[in-house]
């Protein structure tokens, strides 16, 4: 066997250690009856799916986001909860992020 086969070979055999050793399942919550069943696994903040983009504020207090338009300029949005929040199309929307805390809703 040559040096980069042994190389290649040890690799193989630790990927296939580590699928072996990774868990079978995951557990989620139920996601919110409004937002799509991936949002429960997302993190805080903007994601997007394969149509919709979203912002997930896991704050309690309301909030304003800058939202970066693909075309256009970027404008800004009030959040005022916890939870998350269809911001537009993915093709419209590039990202968004926290401005400032708002007034109350």
């Not at 868990?23 to 009856?33: L, Q």
């Not at 800058?66 to 404008?75: E, K």
């Not at 990202?95 to 809703?105: D, R, T």
Request: overall charge negative; charged content about 10%.
């Amino acid at each position: 066997m040559t040096k980069h086969g042994a190389i290649l070979s040890g690799a193989v055999l630790l990927g296939a250690a580590l699928t072996a050793m990774a868990p079978t399942a995951a557990v989620a919550a139920p996601a919110a009856a409004s937002a799509p069943a991936s949002a429960s696994i997302q993190v805080c903040g903007f994601y997007e799916t394969h149509a919709t983009a979203y912002y997930n504020h896991c704050g309690d207090a309301p909030i304003w986001i800058v939202v970066d338009y693909a075309s256009g300029p970027n404008q800004y949005r009030q959040i005022c909860g916890r939870g998350v929040t269809d911001i537009g199309g993915a093709g419209a929307v590039d990202n968004a992020w926290y401005s400032h805390p708002a007034p109350a809703c």
